[in-house]
């Protein structure tokens, strides 16, 4: 998932931390328990203010298109930590007047959803490179930090356990766990900013963790064949986003990229990794009890575009030729939306959405002449489909990045600035790929989209929470932020919490922001 462009100063991102003990400052209600959003589907946790199908679908609210442009700010709670994605790219979580969040150094926080006021917060300080995020189910809090997951008391923040996933010195935790049934389901990627990102020899593997105890109950391994014949210089896969699981115990997972990403000098093109380089840049479907693969739907064979297949997979039901259908909607960052039967993993259709040109080609190989560089891709890889999509009925939302990529030399990879990228709203007919409707942006929509009700909200690196009608994509408002957003919004009841986290321009201030109706 490499390609983001930096903002933050360099001396931040290797800020020193000893793991400390939580700093009480209060109790927090006990949570609630599965909320309405949760009641028709599988599982009983709480997963990223939505589901677990991923729908990204909030039921309990009372914001709609009647009154969302009389959302105003309730408070503001100032973030301080700071990683490569700003201070905060994860989803709040909200139970029972509560929040519960980690910002980008994995700190955790329980918060008054009120008043902002921090219950709790236990600071650990180590900052990682994927959208983290926190899970709460029965009264616990679970996530990652470093190559660790915690187990914490939702009510107190007190480390009920702690597991190490230590399959290597270079791994780490870059996702929000899942929760299901007995189970804490997790992956590593191989990447670690002390030790480098996708060094040799190091490869993403998903663990499902013992929810009680947290013990390791079976693992399953991102890549095959030994790193595909040369783990001295390959490595790859692991899982960046939350996976989602139907009611049949069957869990769906979106695999990262392998690596080198163009290659090296001595191995061009990924020259070092032949082949389709599985299960990288795949849907991927397993037994949710044992780990046992059913099936897999590869996106990009042996990609060197860092094309990751990274979002979370969204589990919908669409009437396919007039007959129901069961399916995965995914996307990635190669700009394409793929629909795939959840039995048996074949392609119903594919659509590519946003900005292509020749070299935005998966399957072309760059020149391996260095005056032929630098050439400009679409999309970039930090472009194309970057952040959560939605699903609500037959359409599906996505948010779509133009972005380019700039590849340097054949051995170099790099994203062009954020400020000069554009963005756009799509709904597309989940049964057939066709376009429902455009909404162009003057920002890159980098946060989530999420369906509220009559509402569609789209928050942008502008800092603008852009609320949309689902039926026509015509903008409602587009209330400003204290400083850019990149993280997926939270909302429950009247109230809509998200972190801007990307403090850009001079006088903005990374903070998480609530916004409420009058």
Excluded at 12 to 32: I, S, Y
Excluded at 189 to 198: E, S
Excluded at 307 to 320: G, N, R, S
Excluded at 395 to 404: A, G, M, R
Aim: hydrophobic residues 40%; charged residues 15%; contains cysteine.
């Amino acid at each position: 998932m490499i390609g983001r462009p930096i903002r933050i100063a360099f001396a931040a991102l290797f800020a020193a931390g000893v793991l400390a003990g939580p700093a009480v400052a209060g109790t927090a209600r006990k949570p609630a328990g599965t909320p309405p959003e949760l009641m028709a589907n599988a599982g009983g946790a709480v997963a990223g203010n939505t589901n677990l199908t991923n729908s990204r679908k909030v039921i309990a609210t009372k914001i709609n298109a009647g009154n969302v442009g009389t959302l105003a700010p309730a408070w503001s709670l100032p973030l301080t930590s700071t990683g490569i994605y700003g201070a905060m790219s994860s989803n709040p979580i909200v139970s029972d007047g509560v929040l519960y969040f980690s910002d980008a150094a994995s700190n955790a926080y329980a918060v008054d959803a009120h008043s902002g006021k921090v219950i709790w917060k236990n600071t650990y300080n180590k900052v990682g490179l994927g959208q983290n995020g926190v899970t709460l189910a029965s009264d616990h809090i679970y996530l990652g930090v470093d190559s660790d997951v915690l187990k914490l008391d939702a009510r107190t923040g007190k480390e009920v356990w702690r597991a190490t996933l230590n399959e290597s010195d270079n791994a780490s935790v870059d996702m929000a766990p899942l929760a299901w049934k007995n189970l804490i389901i997790v992956s590593t990627i191989p990447f670690k900013l002390t030790t480098g990102i996708y060094t040799g020899g190091q490869k993403g593997v998903v663990f499902a963790l013992n929810a009680r105890t947290g013990k390791k109950v079976w693992s399953f391994d991102t890549t095959t064949d030994n790193l595909w014949g040369n783990p001295l210089v390959n490595s790859g896969g692991g899982l960046w986003s939350t996976p989602s699981i139907d009611n049949k115990g069957t869990m769906y997972m979106s695999v990262a990229n392998p690596g080198p990403l163009v290659g090296t000098e001595e191995f061009p093109n990924g020259s070092s990794r032949p082949g389709r380089n599985l299960y990288t840049n795949s849907l991927v479907a397993l037994n949710a009890k044992t780990g046992r693969l059913k099936w897999f739907y590869q996106a990009v064979p042996h990609d060197i575009r860092d094309y990751d297949l990274q979002l979370p997979p969204i589990l919908a039901t669409f009437k396919v030729k007039g007959k129901p259908r069961d399916v995965v909607v995914d996307a990635g960052k190669m700009g394409t939306v793929y629909v795939v039967d959840r039995k048996t993993g074949k392609l119903i259709w594919k659509r590519n959405v946003g900005k292509h040109n020749e070299w935005g080609d998966p399957s072309r190989p760059f020149p391996t002449d260095p005056t032929k560089f630098p050439i400009t891709m679409y999309p970039g890889q930090a472009g194309g489909v970057e952040t959560p999509m939605a699903v609500s009925g037959r359409k599906i939302y996505i948010p779509v990045s133009d972005l380019c990529g700039l590849v340097l030399s054949p051995e170099g990879l790099t994203s062009c600035p954020f400020e000069t990228g554009t963005g756009s709203i799509l709904a597309l007919d989940g049964a057939t790929g066709k376009r429902i409707w455009k909404q162009p942006l003057p920002t890159l929509p980098d946060g989530a989209v999420t369906v509220v009700d009559n509402v569609l909200m789209a928050p942008g690196v502008n800092g603008q929470l852009y609320a949309l009608s689902p039926k026509t994509g015509k903008i409602l408002s587009s209330p400003q932020a204290s400083a850019g957003v990149n993280a997926p919004p939270a909302v429950s009841g009247r109230s809509v919490y998200i972190g801007a986290g990307m403090a850009t321009e001079p006088g903005q201030q990374a903070a998480l922001t609530a916004w409420r109706l009058p």
